[in-house]
Each structure stands twice: as C-alpha cells, then as structure tokens.
C-alpha cells in the first residue's frame, strides 16, 4: 500500500454525489491518503482533514484526480488533469456516467488505487485553434468533441473541410462535429456516427443534419491538419463550442484548425475493461426515465 495525495472534484448538483465523496473520503481517509477539494466544497463538505484549495494547485499537487458526477464533471476535470499530466477516475453519479469505470455502488475498489491495482487508458484530446481577423488567436482543448453550430440559429450554412491544405468535403449543414475516439460515444453517435475504440488515435468527422442523401462520417489520420471555411446567409452565424462550454463566435473571414492536441488524458480504468462493459450496459440498454441526471 501507498499513501498518495487525492484530489476530489466533486458536482454537488448531482443526485448522491455528496453522500457519495463522504464515502469515498472515509475510504480514502481510511487508507492514509491526504486529500484535498476545491474551495468552493467547504460550505457543504466541511472536513478538518481536507485541504481546500483552487483547483490548479490542487491538482497540479496531486497523484490522483476523482471527479464525482457524470460525464460533464469528467469533462471539466479533464482540462486540469491533462493540463498537469495526472491520472484521473471517474465516480459516476450522472444518468449514463460513459467515462466513469466506478459505480456508487462500487467504492470498496477505490483501495486499488493506493496498491496500484489498476490500469491507465492514454486518451487523445483535440486542439481547436481560432485565428480571428486581427490576428488575434485563441486555442482550445477538448477531449470530446469540437462542433460548429448556430445554436438556436437556423440560418443556412455552407461549409467546406480540407485536410493538409486538400478539401475533402463541401456541404450544406446545421453544423459540423470534429471527435476524439473517446468522443464517438457522445453527440457525435448521436448525429449518427460509429462507435471507435477509445485508446485509439485518430479524428472522427461528422455532419450535423446535412442537406444530402449520401453524407457520411470520415475519419482522419491524427497528423491531419484540418481548416474548416464556412459562409453563410445574412442571417445566419456560427460558433465553436468544445466540450460542450460556452460556444466562441466564428467569422467568416477568420480561419479555424483542428487537430490533435499535445495534451493527453490519462483516464483510469480500475476495473478492467470498462469501456467494453459501458457500451453493453450503457448504450444498449433502455435508458431508465428515473435515472438522475
């Protein structure tokens, strides 16, 4: 056994997740780990022995990152995991939980983590790079997804997708959805695109409603360098949004790349398997309509 430093990055606004970090900090306490949660938990997770602190020097200190919430606090926890190399373990107390290897019901595995007893998935992350018309740049990570959108605009879109400089496709679509292996299980499955093992390296590429009989997902090489040019009606906008945060504004006039990111997550796997076990229990079940979000 190894006493190591946790950091707990807990969602509150989840159904369980607060009797859910108090058991797992009991556990952990138990094991002589030292523990430590953002600032903000101390009005509703007050503990002496819990080091309360912002979430960079939390996690930049830390061995190990636990989020406790669903597939959105894994997101969120991702930027800082990543960010500062850690490994990080989801807790799923979300409706679907994909991401997550640990159930609540499953907390007593939590001892695997100070002997070592288990395993590390290196996921690949997207970087989205916004060059605007003044030359100012912006880059964003995303572990998911990077999609261009409207939003709640239904303005018309006509895009065009060149990998290396070679345009690959031209459409007329809502939107488009650049995804990460890890990704294809999210909105891009949804918009209609396959299933990709995980700790695979590569770019999914999916169109959102397309105005076409014969649009289909492409994958590319992680070495590609994609630009996205778009043009629009006069009504219309777009936006990037990664990750699901809040979307950026796009010009027509600017340039947007995607690509692999440098950055990687290193997800832990601490029952064996989950991946497979999560698109048997998770995808091709019925969802239950009492399930908490």
Do not use: W
């Amino acid at each position: 056994m190894r006493a190591i430093n946790i950091f707990i990055y807990p969602n509150f606004e989840k159904t369980h997740s607060l009797s859910t970090t108090s058991e797992a900090y009991e556990i952990l306490s138990s094991l002589g780990c030292e523990i430590s949660m953002p600032l903000g938990c101390r009005e509703l997770f007050d503990r002496a022995g819990v080091n309360y602190t912002d979430v960079d020097s939390g996690v930049s200190g830390c061995d190990v990152m636990i989020s406790v919430g669903g597939d959105g606090t894994i997101l969120k926890c991702a930027r800082f995991a990543s960010k500062y190399s850690k490994e990080l373990l989801g807790i799923n107390c979300g409706r679907l939980g994909f991401m997550a290897t640990l159930e609540r019901g499953e907390l007593s595995l939590l001892e695997r983590l100070t002997s070592g007893d288990y395993g590390v998935d290196e996921r690949m992350m997207l970087e989205a790079r916004i060059i605007s018309e003044d030359g100012s740049e912006k880059r964003l990570t995303a572990l998911n997804e990077a999609v261009i959108s409207g939003g709640h605009d239904s303005g018309i879109r006509d895009f065009t997708v060149l990998a290396d400089g070679l345009t690959v496709s031209s459409l007329r679509a809502d939107g488009l959805i650049f995804s990460t292996p890890t990704g294809a299980s999210a909105y891009s499955l949804s918009a209609g695109g396959p299933l990709i093992e995980p700790t695979l390296d590569c770019i999914e590429f999916t169109q959102i409603c397309p105005h076409s009989l014969f649009a289909r997902t492409m994958i590319f090489s992680p070495e590609k360098l994609i630009e996205v040019r778009f043009k629009t009606d006069k009504s219309a906008r777009a936006a990037l949004s990664v990750d699901g945060r809040q979307p950026v504004s796009l010009s027509e006039n600017g340039r947007l790349y995607i690509s692999r990111s440098e950055q990687r997550l290193r997800l832990i796997d601490i029952r064996g398997g989950s991946y497979f076990g999560a698109v048997s229990r998770k995808l091709m079940q019925p969802v239950k309509q009492n399930d908490s979000l």
